[in-house]
Structures are given as C-alpha cells and as structure tokens.
C-alpha cells in the first residue's frame, strides 16, 4: 500500500517535472521559430514534408468520411422527410468537427511521428550536437521551421479534408439517393455560418496543430538517443497528441458551441 | 587524485583544466582533474571506455557544465551560453565520432553548411572554399553523394572538412579511429597531422587506440579514475614506470585494473558447496 502511494508519488513528481520541460521547450520552439521566420527555404522545405506528404491520406479519408456521413445522414433524415438538409448536416459535421479532429489525428500519425523519428534520429546520431558546435542553435535550424510549417499545414488540411467530405456527401446524396443539386448546396449555405462554424473549426484546427508538432518536436528533441528509445518516442508522440487532441476538443467544443 | 597545476610541457597553452569537478546523473566523471592543452600541438587523450574522455570535448564545447573548477579556452572562461558561447564555438571544429553528417544534406552541401550557417559570403566563394577543403581530404569528386552512400571513413573525412571549414584554432577529435578498415585508419591519421602542420590547428584526440594516438601525439594524457593517471610525450608514456600507466599503454589484460569485474565469491556464487 506504501509502494502504491510512493509509486502515485514517483509518477506525479516526473509527469510535472516533463511537463515543466516540455513547457519550457514549447518556449524556446516559439522563439525559435520567430527567428526562423527569416528563412523562408527552411519553412517551405518542412511543408513539403510536413504538409504535402500528409495531402494523400487526408484527401483520401476525406472522401470516404464524408461518403460515410452521406450514407448515414441520409437514412436519419429520411425517416423525417428531412432529406433537403443533408448538405447542412455533412457539412456542419466536418466543419465543426471531423474537419479538425480527423485531421489532426491523420497529421499525428503521418506527419508527427515522423517528426519525432527525425529529430530523435538526429539526436541519436549527434547531428543536433554537431549543429550545436558549429554555433548553430538547433531551436532555430531544426525545431523553429518544423513548428512554423506544423501550424501552417494543419489548418490547411483540415480544410482540406472537410471540402474534400463535403464533396463525399455530395457523391453519395446525389449519385445514390438522387437528393437535388441545389438543395444540397443551398442548406448548406444557409445552415452554415462562417464564423460560428468554419471560423471556430480553424481556430481548433491551429490549436491541434500546436498540439502535435509541440508534441513530436519535444518527444523527438528529448528522446532517449538508442534505437529503443526513439521508437518509445514515436509511439509515444501518436499516444499522446492523439489523447490532447480529443480531450483539448471536448474543451474547445464547450467553449465554442456550449456557450460558456 | 591530485596534481600539481603547473604545466606539464613548456608550450603555451591553449586550454586549461584546473581542479575540474563534473559529475552526471549523479555518478562522478572528473574530482580534480589538471591538464593543460599546448597550443599548435596534437595532444592525445586516452583513457579507458566510459572514464569519461568525451566528456572533456562536451565540457570544452559548452555542451556540458563543470559543477566546479576552471577550464579556460583561450585565457579565458568557457562561455554558459549567449553570443560569447557562439562567438567561441566558431573558433572550435569538431569530428564526431559517428561523424554527424546532416543525413538530409549532400557532401557538398554538409561542408558549405558552417559557411552558410555563419557568414554572408557569395554563393561562388562558398564553392570555391568548400572545393577546396574537399581537395584536402580527397573527396572532391564525392561532393554529390549523400551521407548515406558513404563508407565510415570517407563520412569521417567529409566530417573533418566541414570541421576545419571556418579555419578554427581547436579541432576536437573524438575517437577517430573506431571502427575504421586500416587504409582509412591510415588515412585519418596522416590528415590529423598534415591539418595540424599545415595550418597550425591546435589539435585534441580523444581515443583509446594506444598506437595511432601515439604515432601522432606530441603530448598524451592518460585519464583514470576522475583524473590524471599519467602524462608525458609518447616515448615517456610507453616507458612509464606507473603500473597502471604501463598496464593501460601495453594493453595488459591484468595489472592494477583486475581481469574481473568485483563480484560475490565464485564457489559461493556457482552455490555448489555444501
């Protein structure tokens, strides 16, 4: 019993001992990537890979996601007759929701671990301490352009994948159920509003961008430097941005639509 | 372990280790370590695995913090961070021992790095130079290839290049030797001394490779035990009269440091007495 409240103690003391270096790593990336603003190659270069490399999976699960709400919307809302409003139902969904989180999700898998490998990768080969000795700070090369390109893409994406859905709506609702081209669009545009929903979706979306390139960049940067380690790295940077995503969106959500 | 501060050899020195105490996680590395690093020379530090050799070019470089005592670049202290640190670093290169190539650059692009990194010169002068310091490790012609196509030695001496590419005062040497074929071991060892001549780069080798530290040393410390366990030119080390010293340099498998790691009692171990 002693153990067990000395083991809860051990695990509380380092879980606010990370959080505390990962708060100040947050910092010096932010500062970071201020300076890097500068180099505009570096930024665009980590878009490349951070963002385009990511448009395959993202427009790919978009369309099945919003063939998917199609499907089920339209079976929902038959039942009431209230078939019209299947463009405002898919749309509201993605926008306001699967947008954001989905993609967030998809860019936490694809893009952040590979982050993570990468600068764990670096560490473990030293590259980050031969940066270090030429009297180049790696927050400003390594770190700054990734957090930038991060927060840069994922709004981006996240758009990207609600249009993309929408469109996925309208392939089934159309295609299979015959719903009428413009009442499809036109509920959508009328249930739709572009602060209250699109608005918010992009203010959650470069919210779970920070989220996971903080994440990666911090698991990857303190990554034990072994092959083991840079593994656990990985993992844990898909476990843990995954976990802030869905928690920070319940957040976001209440705060945004509950009106808190 | 202590020693006397004053110098061991009449060169001037370039760096100075005073009274040096570090320790990592909790375990000690140095308790009072003196040595000085004569200037214009190739100074060779061996040691066994793990008595923390590397971890003087980590506490040269800035990467690390002494928890006490004096270690001077220069005449003067090593800077905690800040301009002062960056303005001393570019008077630093260093040879990693995995060489630390950045995977995502080519050869070329690896060397030009510092030059980029650090100064405003014109694209046409940045190639000339890092021609130029491809030349003096013979890979001019690699400077397409990628870290990835290329062997041990030929990634060391790309490492080497764009060590010595802004001409510093100190290159830091950390193993070299590991894990290289002998022709490219040979080759390593005869750049460290033609870099050195050439363009009078005060030079520090950390190894445990008795033979080729020797073959190019001017000076050679021996560090054991938080300290200074021997030092003196080659010649004195190989002919030293301290056990441990003659142990380590000879490569003796038995002397002052036993064949076998402390342990129970070995038929009490094995449990087959009654």
Known sequence: ???????????????????????????????????????????????????VLTMLIIMVSGLFVGMVLGLQGYYQLVNFSAESSLGMVVALFLVRELGPVLAALLFAGR???????????????????????????????????????????MPL??????????????????????????????????????????????IKSVVFGVIVVWV???????????SEGVSRATTRTVVTSSLAILGGDYILTALMFGGL | MSQTVSLPHDDSPLVIAENLHFSFSGRPIYSGLNLSIPE????????????????????????????????????????RS???????????????????????LNVFENVAFPFREQTDLPEAIIRILVLMKLEMVGLRGARNMMP?????????RVSLARAIALDPELVMYDEPFVGLDPVSMGVIVKLISELNDAMGITSVIVTHDVAEGCSIADY???????????HGSPEEMMNSDNPGVRQFMQGLPDGPVGFHYPAADYILDLGVEK
């Not at chain 1, 669009?185 to 979706?201: H, K």
């Open chain 1, 216 to 226: 990666a960049l911090f698991e990857g940067y303190v990554a034990t430097p072994t």
């Open chain 2, 148 to 156: 990835s196509e290329l062997s041990g030695g030929m990634s060391r």
């Open chain 1, 1 to 51: 019993m002693i153990s067990l409240v000395q083991g809860l103690g051990r695990w509380g003391v380092s879980f606010i001992a990370r959080l505390g270096e990962a708060v100040l790593f947050l910092l010096g990336a932010i500062s970071g990537a201020a300076k890097s603003l500068r180099r505009g190659r570096l930024i665009i270069q980590q878009l490349y890979s951070i963002g």
């Open chain 2, 220 to 230: 050679v410390y021996l560090l054991d035990g938080g300290g200074v366990a021997g």
């Open chain 2, 82 to 104: 800040g301009s002062g640190l960056i303005a001393m670093r570019r008077k630093m290169g260093m040879l990693f021992q995995n060489s630390a190539l950045l995977t995502d």
């Open chain 1, 111 to 153: 893009a952040g671990s590979a982050l993570t490998a990468e600068i764990g990768l670096m560490r473990a080969t030293d590259q980050l301490a031969a940066m270090e000795m030429m009297a180049v700070d790696p927050m400003q090369r390594v770190v700054g352009p990734r957090f930038v390109a991060g927060i840069i893409a």
């Open chain 1, 157 to 202: 994406l996240a758009a990207m994948l609600s249009a993309i859905g929408v469109l996925g709506g309208y392939l089934i609702g159309h295609g299979q159920f015959g719903v009428d081209p413009g009442v499809y669009w036109s509920s959508m545009q009328n249930g739709v509003d572009f602060y209250d929903d699109i608005l918010n979706g992009v």
């Open chain 2, 40 to 79: 214009g020379k190739i100074t060779v530090i061996l040691g066994p695995s793990g008595c923390g050799k590397s971890t003087f070019l980590g506490l040269l470089g800035g990467r690390l913090r002494p928890d006490s005592g004096v270690l001077k670049f220069n005449g003067k202290d090593i800077p």
